[in-house]
């Protein structure tokens, strides 16, 4: 039964889903999407392990290098992030595992659901329901809409730490990989243009690529940034070739904590701009209800002496006037507060 729900709401489309989660405040730890990612492409990994070590134990064919460094990667299968992960069920290209995976994903997050009795998330999502149902064609467009929405743990990127970043990637990963990483967090690469970072890259790439001559390597050691990226792109050289994975993997933790403090810090100062706010709201309520209090004592005790209904009246119409008036400051000052911070 949470088979059949699950593989309903897969077709939902991941844009309106992102939506709703957030409208509801709503996230969940980017390990259930890995989790089901892992579930999903393992046996198929651990198909392809047995038969890429029998290749390398094959003394008449010898393995080619190719399935050799496919073996080195697959061999780390356990440490992968979730770009790894993502990566790894779109090599297969299969409808059949994207399909298996989007159920997955759907029973677990239907279960957190049902468990903490959302029901009016259910409901939205329902909803949704009715229109003409999406095909999705790959992980990696599926799931990047919804980026927002699964979360990271302190001190962890992509679903692991930041040392087994460091430690796999370069073992495991190539700089293509590495730039997707970038790009899911909105991170540029390389962050470091400075004239001495650019100089060591670039003379050390074309010394690598034996196209350094004594005339290129004064130029080099004189020139601006501008002039320095003018060079790379005479020689068709990006400059994330300049860095090796260890270097664009530090990059990418630095811009990912900086980011990730900013955040916080932005948080923290909005929550006690709020406080303040609503404290100063509710003295200023408790201060209203007071003049009310006075203006209908005052009001009373000079009721006790008027003899006529004329001047009854007229009181009567002059406390009606003021506590419009206090209502209507308190009105004013809740929308601007809703104007300024909401």
Do not use: C
């Not at 073996?71 to 069920?89: C, P, T």
């Amino acid at each position: 039964m949470k088979e059949i729900q699950g593989k309903s709401y897969s077709y939902l489309s991941p844009i309106s889903i992102n939506e709703i989660f957030l409208k509801h405040n709503i996230t969940f730890s980017r390990l259930i999407r890995m989790n089901a990612l892992k579930t999903i492409v393992k046996p198929k990994i651990d198909k392809e392990l047995v038969e890429l070590k029998a290749k390398k134990k094959d003394l008449v064919q010898p393995i080619s290098e190719k399935d050799l460094k496919r073996l080195r990667r697959i061999e780390k299968f356990d440490f992968f992030s979730e770009v790894q992960l993502e990566n790894a069920m779109e090599y297969y290209h299969s409808s059949v595992l994207n399909e298996s995976y989007f159920t997955l994903l759907w029973e677990m997050i239907l279960t957190y659901l049902n468990d903490t009795n959302k029901q009016d998330v259910l409901q939205e999502l329902n909803l949704i329901q009715s229109s003409v149902p999406l095909e999705h064609h790959g992980v990696i467009a599926y799931n990047r809409p919804m980026n927002d929405i699964f979360v990271d743990d302190d001190n962890d990127l992509d679903g692991i730490s930041y040392e087994m970043l460091r430690n796999y990637y370069e073992l495991t990963s190539n700089k293509k990989e590495v730039v997707q990483l970038a790009d899911k967090y909105h991170i540029l690469i390389p962050a470091n243009t400075s004239k001495a970072f650019l100089r060591e890259k670039v003379t050390l790439m074309l010394k690598k690529r034996s196209q350094l001559t004594d005339e290129l390597l004064s130029k080099i050691n004189n020139a601006t940034v501008p002039v320095l990226k003018e060079i790379l792109k005479e020689f068709n050289i990006e400059q994330q070739d300049l860095l090796t994975i260890s270097e664009m993997i530090d990059m990418i933790i630095s811009s990912y904590e900086k980011k990730r403090n900013e955040n916080m810090k932005d948080n923290n100062e909005l929550n006690t701009v709020q406080k303040d706010v609503q404290n100063l709201s509710t003295s200023l309520l408790q201060q209203i209800l007071m003049n009310q209090q006075l203006i209908l004592q005052s009001l009373e005790n000079f009721n006790e002496g008027v003899k006529t209904d004329k001047k009854k009246k007229l009181l009567d119409r002059i406390f009606n006037y003021v506590v419009i008036f206090l209502i209507g400051v308190v009105f004013v000052f809740w929308i601007f507060y809703a104007i300024t911070y909401l």
